[in-house]
């Protein structure tokens, strides 16, 4: 799988947009950009995914650059609930198994 | 529903003693995972199950045991652990195996080995 490349920590304003990057340039055309989070001592929650083409959903939008080297996880009204830690992870589609992690961005949503 | 059960919440144990972590879905998922992480850690993959057959063991010690009695069900037997085994025991389960394939996880089991 793709290695990615994350900010190591980001803060935003509440009721403010916070605009996650994650760097993947040695993406293939066959992996997939998945985005979880981790809330404190809580299992990793599924936000979401893409291919190619930008995804919207009701937690959070996915924007995937045209060469689909980096993408940006837009989280459209931050509420300081959504301070965790978020982790950008490339797979494989035809096979999956384990989810690399990697590093993953902190992100503290301030009042 | 994407729920993913884990019991207990958390679990002390000694060296000497034998536990047991549970995991449950009725997502009808074929695919069940164990991974585990440490303080300030990302998760790392420990063991697959995929169609309640054992497909990936990470290379981990045999004091961890999973067993997977029926689709909906994910044990791991712990043994003789060590101080150092003290982590977030996370269960996860998705429909397959394949990169599109997403994974749920449970809340987790926070295991301190004293």
């Known amino acids: 799988d793709a290695k990615t490349t994350q900010p190591t920590s980001m803060d935003c304003a509440e009721g403010r947009a916070a605009n996650l990057p994650c760097n993947h340039s040695t993406i293939s055309g066959n992996e997939y950009v998945y985005w979880y989070r981790q809330i404190h001592s809580q299992g990793p929650q599924y936000i979401i995914h893409g291919l190619k083409n930008n995804e919207t959903n009701e937690m959070a939008s996915l924007i995937i650059t045209e060469d689909r080297k980096s993408s940006t996880l837009i989280l459209p009204h931050a509420t300081l609930r959504d301070t965790a830690v978020y982790y950008c992870i490339v797979r494989v589609t035809d096979s999956g198994y384990a989810l690399n992690f990697g590093k993953g961005t902190s992100l503290l949503v301030t009042p | 529903d994407t729920e993913v059960t884990q019991t207990p919440k958390h679990l002390v144990m000694g060296m000497t003693n034998k536990k047991s972590l549970k995991c449950e879905q009725h997502?009808?998922?074929?695919?069940m995972y164990w991974y585990k992480q440490k303080a300030k850690k990302p998760p790392e993959l420990m063991f697959v199950?995929?169609?309640?057959?054992?497909?990936i063991n990470e290379s981990v010690p045999s004091r961890f045991s999973p067993e997977c009695p029926n689709s909906s069900l994910l044990n791991l037997h712990l043994h003789a652990l060590q101080p150092e085994d003290s982590a977030l025991y996370l269960c996860?389960?998705?429909?397959?195996?394949?990169?599109?394939?997403?994974?749920?996880f449970g809340p987790g089991t926070r295991l301190t080995v004293l």
């Open positions: 996860a389960s998705s429909q397959g195996y394949r990169g599109t394939d997403t994974q749920y």
């Open positions: 199950y995929s169609y309640e057959k054992l497909s």
């Open positions: 997502m009808g998922h074929r695919a």
